[in-house]
């Protein structure tokens, strides 16, 4: 699988390490697409990780994207995007990115490993970002994302697999669909094929996956007139874990 060429279209959305009660909400979002405050306000996965980020004049307000999609990595190594075709409907609004602090990018398109605290190891820390799509009418694609630890083979310069998968169809004008699998090529053989299955023919929508050495879930949440949310903003919560002992 070649390496796609960046995207940087739209913002960089810097990437964030989150610990503690944000991971636990983000962890109940991918299942249920919303996290329950203790006032009983649902929130959606976004207003979370724009929390975390913590700054007032960040341009990465939710309800001026219309669709996120929020990735959790729990895994000891990064997810580096390896392939995202031209989104069907929609185009994109901003990609993750790791920061300097100083105005420049140095990383994109990469979802942080998991860690410890480097003052606390008691402490751990997972690896969060997102990618933002304009909404309009809707919009549908697919990402293929690798989890190995090493992005591309040193001679054919190739993305090496095992890859997690992601596809959504969000709209106006059908049903939503989203899906994720924790190994495109080996169980769809091409990103393709898993688009057009689990969005597209809608015959294999799954939310749970696992492989031999990963899990990954995934919900989504359109807000709503009552959330207090721009109705038009919608998100898309990917948790990828290690598999346990007893799954």
Not at 100 to 127: M, N, Q
Not at 161 to 166: D, E
Request: glycine share 10%.
């Amino acid at each position: 699988m070649a390496l796609p060429v960046q995207d940087k279209t739209g913002i960089a959305i810097p990437v964030t390490l989150a610990h503690g009660p944000v991971v636990d909400h983000l962890i109940v979002a991918a299942q249920l697409g919303y996290s329950t405050l203790g006032d009983g306000t649902k929130v959606m996965p976004v207003d979370f990780y724009t929390a975390i980020l913590a700054d007032p004049d960040d341009p990465t307000d939710p309800s001026g994207f219309g669709f996120w999609v929020v990735i959790l990595n729990a895994l000891p190594t990064p997810l580096s995007l390896v392939e995202m075709p031209a989104l069907v409907h929609g185009y994109q609004k901003g990609y993750p990115a790791v920061s300097d602090l100083k105005g420049s990018t140095l990383t994109t398109h990469v979802i942080p490993a998991a860690r410890s605290h480097p003052l606390d190891p008691s402490v751990g820390l997972c690896g969060v970002g997102t990618w933002a799509f304009d909404f309009g009418n809707g919009t549908e694609g697919a990402m293929a994302l690798c989890y190995n630890g090493n992005l591309t083979d040193p001679q054919s310069q190739q993305a090496v697999g095992p890859f997690v998968g992601i596809s959504w169809r969000i709209g106006l004008a059908w049903a939503n669909r989203f899906a994720v699998t924790a190994d495109v090529a080996g169980k769809y053989g091409t990103l393709d094929g898993f688009y057009q299955q689990s969005v597209v023919s809608a015959s294999d929508s799954i939310r749970y996956d696992k492989s031999s050495e990963i899990v990954v879930m995934c919900h989504e949440w359109s807000a709503d007139l009552q959330s207090g949310i721009d109705p038009l903003c919608s998100s898309m919560m990917v948790y990828i874990r290690n598999k346990l002992p007893n799954e």
